[in-house]
């Protein structure tokens, strides 16, 4: 199952990116990560395919994985790569890319559309 969830990814990621080579290159590079550390990459990739903020093609994974194997040659503990909250990190990495900043712009966007029409429902209207 876990083969068939990487070819899926690695699917829509070749269309995402566009070159495959550099996916691949990428793919590689992570695999070559100390255990713990492809753990941690594995678990930030999968947030950045399914929360929709894949960032800037392959910039962000290139630049995530130079991270980590900077990190794991300088035996930096992954708590202190992404702090306690993993999430707040790549939100953060992730605003570094222009096309990062889109899904900011859709959430703003969501959360301003549930005020109005909640408003709207206070009014009656």
């Known amino acids: 199952m876990k083969e068939a969830d990487d070819m899926f990814i690695s699917k829509l990621i070749s269309k995402m990116i566009g070159e ?4 691949w ?3 590689a590079r992570v695999r070559q990560l ?8 594995d678990a930030l ?8 903020t894949g960032g800037d093609g392959t910039a962000i994974y290139a630049d995530l994985v130079d991270l980590f194997e900077q990190s794991a040659a300088n035996r ?3 708590r202190q790569i ?17 096309k990062g900043e889109w899904i900011i712009r859709e959430r703003e966007r969501l959360t301003s559309a549930i005020e109005r029409a ?7 209207a």
């Open 20 to 23: 495959k080579g550099q996916w």
């Open 34 to 41: 100390p255990a713990s550390y492809r753990t941690a990459v």
């Open 45 to 52: 990739e999968r947030y950045l395919m399914y929360s929709g």
């Open 25 to 27: 290159q990428y793919k």
């Open 76 to 78: 930096t503990p992954i």
């Open 82 to 98: 992404v702090g306690e909250d993993p999430v707040e990190f790549i939100e953060t990495f992730v605003r570094n890319y222009p």
């Open 118 to 124: 909640a408003e709207e429902e206070a009014r009656g």
